[in-house]
T-cell receptor, first 116, second 116 residues
Framework: ETGVTQTPRHLVMGMTNKKSLKCEQHLGHNAMYWYKQSAKKPLELMFVYSLEERVENNSVPSRFSPECPNSSHLFLHLHTLQPEDSALYLC???????????????FGPGTRLTVL | AQSVTQLDSHVSVSEGTPVLLRCNYSSSYSPSLFWYVQHPNKGLQLLLKYTSAATLVKGINGFEAEFKKSETSFHLTKPSAHMSDAAEYFCVVSDQEDTGRRALTFGSGTRLQVQP
């Protein structure tokens, strides 16, 4: 596998379910990101991990819980979601030399989430 | 603070005719600028990037963009549209925040339709 992969590609869940989205990057990068893409809205940055430490959390509800066990893997744990959380969730990675710069981001294909 | 405005939410061209997707930005520092393309059910793919080198940037698939500081613009062009160019295009600005960290801001996207 090359680049950034995401599983599953599609997910349908009820509001009481617990599920996880997985992202894996094979590029040797040390920064990873979760974005939410809703219809007719700009891409929203949710979380940033740099060198496996969370460095940004843009006021995301606690029903979304990220986990970054190592520099190649990123998870987004979901529980008690709402229908308005239905969206395309994109993972990205980049190389970050130090805390003064973010470089070009490489995106995965996304997980299309539908909350019933 | 930084922002990016994509002036057209939807552009329709005929195959073989030129493409122009417009983007204006605002930035407090020297920005980096990117164009990404997203085909249906796919992740975002980098088309080209400007990082303070040549102001005319050539990208993949025959696309290019010109950085015009005086106009704060970074419009994307292609001399001749192909059916496979039909997709959503995002203009992205990467600026250096007061913390010294660069942050990405995405435009709301322009959907390009190519008519046969």
């Amino acid at each position: 596998e090359t680049g950034v992969t995401q599983t599953p590609r599609h997910l349908v869940m009820g509001m009481t379910n617990k599920k996880s989205l997985k992202c894996e990057q094979h590029l040797g990068h040390n920064a990873m990101y979760w974005y939410k893409q809703s219809a007719k809205k700009p891409l929203e940055l949710m979380f940033v991990y740099s060198l496996e430490e969370r460095v940004e959390n843009n006021s995301v509800p606690s029903r979304f819980s990220p986990e970054c066990p190592n520099s190649s893997h990123l998870f987004l744990h979901l529980h008690t979601l709402q229908p308005e959380d239905s969206a395309l969730y994109l993972c990205a990675s980049s190389q970050e030399r130090d805390m003064s710069g973010f470089y070009e981001q490489f995106f995965g294909p996304g997980t299309r989430l539908t909350v019933l | 603070a930084q922002s990016v405005t994509q002036l057209d939410s939807h552009v329709s061209v005929s195959e073989g005719t030129p493409v122009l997707l417009r983007c204006n930005y605002s930035s407090s520092y020297s920005p980096s600028l990117f164009w990404y393309v997203q085909h249906p059910n796919k992740g975002l793919q980098l088309l080209l990037k400007y990082t303070s080198a040549a102001t005319l940037v050539k990208g993949i698939n025959g696309f290019e963009a010109e950085f015009k500081k005086s106009e704060t613009s970074f419009h994307l062009t292609k001399p001749s549209a192909h059916m496979s160019d039909a997709a959503e295009y995002f203009c992205v600005v990467s600026d250096q925040e007061d913390t010294g960290r660069r942050a990405l801001t995405f435009g709301s996207g322009t959907r390009l339709q190519v008519q046969p």
